[in-house]
């Protein structure tokens, strides 16, 4: 089955400890991309990436990284998580050249 | 001023009605437009792509865009419950999106 995966699906940490939130994907996308969502503010755009080891910044990139060594994974890098990084996440891909984004089941990550 | 910018609703019609999207952005370098549908504790799914100025159907759904406007809506013609989402409009220049903070739309039976 075509799919974007997440992991984990929940998480609940502490200021300060750091945390990987992984996304795969297995339709051999070329683009992938990571987004936040906020009650009242909608989708947000940290990073993205058009192909391996391209990534650029979206909106809100500040806080997060990321990398992109294999086609597949997409893995979100939250080196000192703080309470306003509280919020759910999702990854997404689509085929190069092609508009069709297919998102991951999201990710809600709570930080104390 | 928010680069997508939509009225959060809710929005409610009745089912049988036409429900009608609306949604503006700031960026004139916009290339491609979008519409997604947001249930509930779930993801995003795509609705319909638009990329020209004028109207683009795909069954009941219609997105029309008028690029000297800065506007795009959608249209949804013969409401059903089942379409009771959030939508949520973006906009994409080239490998950077930005959405809409999403308008509730509740079609009641």
């Known amino acids: 089955e075509a799919q974007v995966t997440q992991n984990p699906r929940y998480l609940i940490t502490v200021t300060g400890k750091k945390l990987t939130v992984t996304c795969s994907q297995n339709?051999?996308?070329?683009?992938m991309s990571w987004y936040r969502q906020d009650p009242g503010l909608g989708l947000r755009q940290i990073y993205y990436?058009?192909?391996?080891?391209?990534?650029d910044k979206g909106d809100v990139p500040e806080g997060y990284k990321v990398s992109r060594k294999e086609k597949r994974n997409f893995p979100l890098i939250l080196e000192s998580p703080s309470p306003n990084q509280t919020s759910l996440y999702f990854c997404?891909?689509?085929?190069?050249?092609?508009?069709?984004?297919?998102f991951g089941p999201g990710t809600r990550l709570t930080v104390l | 001023q928010k680069e997508v910018e939509q009225n959060s609703g809710p929005l409610s019609v009745p089912e049988g009605a036409i429900a009608s999207l609306n949604c503006t952005y700031s960026?004139?370098?916009?290339?491609?437009f979008f519409w997604y549908r947001q249930y509930s504790g779930k993801s995003p799914e795509l609705i319909m792509f638009?990329?020209?100025?004028g109207d683009k159907e795909d069954g009941r759904f219609t997105a029309q865009l008028n690029k000297a406007s800065q506007y795009v809506s959608l249209l949804i013609r013969d409401s059903q419950p089942s379409d009771s989402a959030t939508y949520l409009c973006?906009?994409?220049?080239?490998?950077?999106?930005?959405f809409g903070a999403g308008t509730r739309l509740t079609v009641k039976p």
């Open positions: 638009i990329y020209s100025n």
């Open positions: 960026d004139r370098g916009s290339q491609s």
């Open positions: 990436s058009m192909n391996v080891e391209v990534t």
């Open positions: 339709m051999n996308h070329e683009y």
């Open positions: 997404a891909s689509s085929q190069e050249n092609t508009d069709t984004q297919y």
């Open positions: 973006a906009v994409r220049r080239s490998g950077d999106m930005r």
